[in-house]
C-alpha cells in the first residue's frame, strides 16, 4: 500500500472481476453478429447461438476459431 491509500492488489481482483463480463459480452456480440453474417441454415445457426451465449468466452472464440461454413453440394 503506498500513501495514496490504494491496495494494488485489490484493485487487480476488482479490474479482473469486471473485465471478465466484459470480455465474455463484447465476445459474444461479435460471434453472434458475426453468426449473423454465415451461411448456415436454421438448425445450426440455433446451435451455434446457444453456443455463443451458454458457453463464457470459450463459445465465441470457439466459434471464430472453426469458422463453420455450410456444406454446399459438389456438382
Known sequence: MNA????W???AI???MLGLP???FI???FGLFALRRSHLTGTN???WA???AAVPVLGALAFFIV???ENQPVS
Open 4 to 7: 495514496m491509500g490504494i491496495n
Open 9 to 11: 492488489a485489490f484493485f
Open 14 to 16: 476488482q479490474t479482473a
Open 22 to 24: 466484459c470480455l465474455w
Open 27 to 29: 465476445l459474444s456480440l
Open 45 to 47: 445457426q440455433a446451435l
Open 50 to 52: 446457444v453456443l455463443i
Open 67 to 69: 469458422k463453420p461454413v
